[in-house]
């Protein structure tokens, strides 16, 4: 059974930082064919895309709000997918979700519903 596990998050002060990771099982060895993102959502606001990472790791993309913030990165031997996040703010208090798309393109989807697979989430939270 193909699985994403996500972990990592927790309570944090503004100006601190988190590492979320996410790890895929059930893949079979083809967890390189797939691309990885980070999502998160807040109460009352819509699932929205945080980072993503290509099949082959040469290709990365972020939201505005957090690039020179958060680092995205992928190991394919452990099948894993990481987020490191550093200069966190409250605003960035949510949710966080791992996804994967079956894609072996440069270009990383940002759509919700472009995603195959979820993990069940993380909790993040920053205090002021």
């Known amino acids: 059974q193909v699985q994403l596990v996500d972990s990592g998050g927790g309570l944090v002060q503004a100006g601190g930082s988190l590492r979320l990771s996410c790890a895929a099982s059930g893949f079979g060895g083809s967890f390189s064919g797939y691309t990885m993102a980070w999502f998160r959502q807040a109460p009352g606001k819509e699932r929205e895309f945080v980072a993503g990472?290509?099949?082959?790791?040469?290709?990365?993309h972020y939201t505005d709000s957090v690039k020179a913030r958060f680092t995205i990165s992928r190991d394919i031997a452990k099948a894993t997918a990481s987020l490191q996040m550093n200069s966190l703010k409250p605003e960035d208090t949510a949710i966080y979700y791992c996804?994967?798309?079956?894609?072996?393109?440069?270009?990383?989807?940002?759509?919700?519903?472009?995603?195959?697979?979820w993990g069940q989430g993380t909790q993040v939270t920053v205090s002021s």
């Open positions: 996804a994967a798309e079956r894609s072996i393109s440069d270009i990383v989807l940002t759509s919700v519903s472009s995603y195959d697979l």
């Open positions: 990472i290509n099949w082959n790791g040469r290709s990365t």
